[in-house]
């Protein structure tokens, strides 16, 4: 499992954000996607590029919430979750 501060670092490498310095090893120079709804949907919009990674996210955010085959889980999602769920579908996380 990973903590808040590496899921920041992770998602940020993942899609292409970079600091002013370049890559930054400091959780706090990568945007909030653990903690800012915003920030997260801003990582899947840049990462969920294709249907089939849609389809894997959505099955990520389910098993997460313990549901399946529901739209509630997608609305009611936090942050964290959708963060976790984008690093599990992309494959940086177990």
């Known amino acids: 499992m990973m903590t808040p501060p590496q899921i920041r670092i992770a998602l940020g490498k993942a899609t292409g954000f970079k600091t002013p ?17 915003n920030a997260v949907a801003k990582a899947e919009s840049t990462l969920l590029t294709t249907d089939e990674l849609q389809t894997a996210y959505a099955q990520q955010l389910g ?30 996380m177990t």
């Open 21 to 37: 310095n370049g890559w930054e090893t400091t959780p706090g120079a990568y945007p909030d996607v653990v903690t800012c709804l």
């Open 63 to 92: 098993e997460l919430q313990g549901r399946s085959h529901r739209v509630h889980f997608l609305i009611t999602a936090t942050a964290a979750q959708r963060a976790e769920a984008l690093l599990k579908t992309i494959g940086q």
